[in-house]
């Protein structure tokens, strides 16, 4: 990992102080960044999502869908875990502590948006950090790069119909308009355009060269983009986590169960049907990780740069590499144990 990756949270928390004090400083300037929409899209933090997910989106390669064949089991749980169980339960957990437990210590106005944060966060798997955590576990490479090509494409398709119906059961409001803005702008037109770059890049001569060198050019851009999209959303949010600094804490928590519970679900279904670790353990990470980038853009185009919704996106963020590093762990440690025949009554 980069020295930006593995402190990530410490980041996070930088731009948490910064956002925080530049908005008190300077209300009006951010005032004036969040009057900058078209159709419900705020245009300076458009420009920033694609600064970071252009980059991730350039890494992969599309032409790898032909390895889910060869890895059909280890690609069908992390299906199952990505689409059908991690949405689902982040809702669930999201009514139980945000609207149950903890309502009393969270500003009433603000609980349904926190929940569709919270879904919004949960309804696309990761892109990028997963080729980070895969490395780290010895993962297959072609199983993960074949998974994340897979998953990008049914984001497409799965992404607005899932995050409609959980944001309609949580009886929150659809603004379908701004939700299919949403999918359009951050998944389908940067994933066309990665493709179609990628495709131009490697035809020419020395094209991996080419693509290397663009991806070292981009890498410091779209982490510069992130941050700054951090320090917007801080500044917008300073005020309400003055008055109550508990509320990140209490947005942590469904997402902290959410991670642990679904990479504990994708390795022990594959460790049932005979799994390679090697397959086993991307599969969990990538089950249990989230696309923040593309939550926290969807999260300001549907709600605003000050909603409950957008904090919370941000929030999964701040906790992403901690507690991803942590199940990294888990996963290498108890590879002995995954390895062990379940016959002999380890299972």
């Not at 409609?164 to 299919?180: E, F, K, Q, R």
């Not at 493709?195 to 991806?215: E, Q, T």
Request: net charge positive.
């Amino acid at each position: 990992m980069g020295l930006f990756e593995r402190y990530l949270s410490i980041w996070v928390l930088l731009c948490i102080a910064t956002g925080i004090a530049l908005g008190h400083w300077f209300p009006g300037v951010f005032q004036a960044i969040g009057a900058m929409e078209a159709a419900h899209v705020n245009l300076p933090v458009a420009v920033l999502v694609w600064l970071m997910i252009l980059p991730m989106l350039l890494k992969i390669d599309f032409h790898a869908l032909h390895e889910v064949r060869r890895h059909w089991k280890g690609v069908g749980v992390t299906l199952f875990v990505n689409w059908a169980v991690k949405p689902f339960s982040m809702a669930l957990l999201g009514w139980l502590f945000i609207r149950g437990l903890f309502a009393d210590w969270l500003p009433a106005e603000q609980i349904d948006s926190y929940i569709a944060g919270l879904i919004l966060l949960a309804a696309a798997p990761c892109t990028a950090m997963v080729f980070v955590w895969s490395h780290l576990c010895n993962g297959h490479p072609g199983y993960t790069l074949s998974q994340v090509a897979l998953n990008d494409v049914i984001m497409v398709f799965a992404f607005a119909p899932i995050v409609a119906l959980l944001l309609g059961i949580s009886s929150l409001h659809v603004p379908w308009d701004t939700l299919m803005l949403s999918v359009v702008l951050y998944i389908v037109l940067p994933v066309a355009v990665a493709a179609v770059w990628r495709r131009r890049l490697l035809a020419h001569a020395h094209g991996v060269a080419r693509l290397s060198r663009l991806l070292h050019h981009l890498q410091p851009l779209s982490l510069i983009a992130l941050l700054t999209t951090l320090v917007l959303l801080f500044g917008f949010q300073g005020k309400a986590i003055i008055d109550k600094p508990v509320i990140i804490l209490l947005l942590a928590v469904p997402i902290l169960i959410q991670v642990y519970f679904n990479s504990g679900l994708a390795y022990l279904l594959s460790r049932k049907l005979g799994v390679a670790h090697s397959v086993a353990a991307p599969s969990a990470l990538i089950g249990a990780s989230n696309f923040f980038e593309l939550a926290v853009a969807t999260a300001i185009s549907l709600y605003g740069l000050e909603s409950g919704a957008a904090l919370a996106t941000v929030v999964g963020v701040l906790v992403e590499v901690p507690v991803m590093l942590s199940v990294v762990r888990i996963v290498n440690r108890s590879r002995g144990w995954y390895e062990r025949p379940l016959h002999n009554g380890s299972g």
